[in-house]
């Protein structure tokens, strides 16, 4: 049996060369990281080369630094091209604005073939054919092979007055011109067999009265320019895929593989995962933070304090599984079991819980020295490395964020200014404070303050006393925290020095008996 590993390699003596062609109309959504990622991943496997191609023929919502902010995403991602702006390469320029020149050649070829038109209506008149059928109760009128017939392009004019309107430099596009009644059958690695009836698609416009080409048009130039071998992008350009293949064909080109990904959803399944989402349900859709020109902050992974890795751990896994129970991969793992064969069909939903969850895991497998140089960023070099190595040993385990063991574990710097009520109400007995006097007592008597031997005595201490551990344990733990849970006491009191703990013992029996009283 052949696997599609190696059909989707149609020739096998070609380079596998993919590209990731963001728009530069806003932030990079992670839905578009994860694209660059299975294209990163694909070239990666295959010993080819991934492009970075900057699609900005749209100049109309073109967005001031978001070509930057691409960038940058992508550098802390990890996932950086092999080509691209500003890293150079042989098929450049990879702007498409700066590679302008290039495509009004190929849709004049298109109407020397008869393969495209120009069409002289404004934006008016067509405006006005959409409402007038709408009052005739068509609700989606297109520019089509049956609608061109009574529109003003070069199909229906005379030659002589197209020739004049082109002379006096009145506004035109070129439009593809979609045979009747043909099937177009195209081949996604992911998707199968598409066919799609020309019918059911209208005359695209290819080259804009601004003299920009449009995505359909330059994107297939490009791709032909760039010799890319695959192409790896998002399920909404898969309706326009039809139109890419008659082009194709039209240019007497090769047509490169396709590969359309799935939707990223919400965390309930309904609907595509969007930047309102995010904001409505409190997570990140962003890389990194994203500042729009009225002022307004969109929230981004880095600054929420994720590891890339597992940024990108997590992202790899909506929509592609490795046929194992393996969750934790480095991206060099990735790498290697990566396959567009075990990429769904199906729309991916995304869960902020398991993306938390992928963070903990990176956070625990970090030594204690690499955290203690985070914390040190965090805490301006306040605390001593030594400090900060014990801080992260105890609290790696019960954080998510490298900040998670300063705020959840701020008693292991300062002393407790607040005590949970709740529990102290609830858990505090008439005994306990006589019990906790006697077990300070016991500490102050232990001569080698460590862990163990803090245990050894408390464990004497109970069984002394013929009680559990229930009964001191936790009223220990509020005294010297104010917390109700934590790490290990013995630890944390290792942590803290003999001098403190009973400093911290005297001061909470105090404040506890307030609460108690006031109660």
Request: with cysteine.
């Amino acid at each position: 049996m052949v696997s599609l590993q190696n059909k989707y390699l149609r020739m096998p003596n070609k380079t596998v060369r993919v590209r990731f062609a963001p728009s530069p109309t806003g932030p990079l959504h992670m839905g578009g990281v994860r694209t660059a990622l299975y294209n990163y991943l694909f070239a990666k496997k295959h010993n080819g080369t991934f492009i970075i191609r900057i699609e900005d023929t749209d100049q109309a919502r073109f967005v001031p630094g978001a070509q930057d902010y691409i960038l940058d995403a992508l550098k802390w991602c990890g996932i950086m091209p092999t080509e691209g702006p500003g890293i150079g390469g042989d098929y450049g320029p990879y702007v498409q604005s700066e590679r302008k020149e290039s495509y009004k050649p190929f849709a004049e070829q298109l109407i020397s073939n008869e393969k495209a038109y120009y069409a002289f209506d404004s934006a008016e008149e067509l405006e006005a054919m959409r409402d007038q059928a709408k009052q005739m109760g068509m609700a989606n009128w297109q520019y089509n092979s049956i609608t061109r017939t009574s529109l003003k392009n070069s199909l229906t004019l005379p030659q002589s007055e197209v020739s004049k309107l082109l002379e006096e430099g009145v506004p035109y596009v070129i439009r593809m011109k979609m045979p009747r009644n043909q099937d177009i059958r195209l081949h996604d690695i992911i998707r199968g067999w598409v066919v799609v009836n020309t019918n059911n698609l209208d005359d695209k416009v290819l080259f804009k009265s601004d003299g920009m080409p449009t995505y359909h048009l330059a994107n297939i130039v490009d791709d032909h320019a760039m010799d890319i071998s695959h192409v790896i992008r998002g399920e909404e350009w898969l309706p326009s895929a039809p139109l890419h293949v008659m082009l194709y064909e039209a240019f007497g080109w090769e047509c490169p593989e396709f590969a359309h990904l799935p939707l990223l959803l919400r965390p309930d399944g309904n609907g595509k995962l969007s930047k309102r989402d995010g904001d409505r349900l409190g997570f990140p859709v962003f890389p990194t933070d994203w500042t729009t020109s009225e002022g307004e902050l969109y929230s981004g992974y880095r600054e929420k304090g994720y590891f890339p890795e597992a940024f990108i751990n997590m992202l790899a896994f909506l929509g592609w599984n490795p046929g194992t129970t393996q969750e934790i991969f480095s991206l060099e793992e990735l790498t290697e079991a990566f396959s567009l064969e075990r990429v769904a069909k199906a729309g991916a939903k995304f869960d902020p819980d398991k993306t938390k969850w992928f963070q903990q895991n990176y956070l625990r497998a970090q030594s204690n020295e690499d955290l203690a140089i985070a914390l040190g960023k965090l805490t301006n070099g306040s605390l001593p490395n030594e400090k900060l190595i014990q801080i992260a040993n105890l609290m790696k385990e019960r954080a998510t964020f490298v900040q998670d063991m300063l705020s959840d574990g701020a008693y292991l710097i300062t002393r407790p200014l607040n005590y949970d009520k709740e529990t102290i109400l609830k858990k505090w007995k008439s005994e306990t404070f006589e019990l906790i006097s006697d077990w300070l007592a016991e500490i102050k008597t232990i001569t080698e303050f460590t862990a163990e031997n803090i245990e050894v005595t408390f464990k004497a201490f109970l069984e002394a006393k013929q009680i559990g551990i229930g009964a001191v344990l936790q009223p220990f733990r509020l005294c010297v925290t104010g917390v109700a849970a934590g790490p290990g006491m013995f630890d944390i009191s290792d942590f803290l020095g003999k001098e403190e703990v009973i400093s911290r013992i005297e001061i909470g029996l105090i404040e506890i008996r307030k609460i108690v009283n006031e109660a």
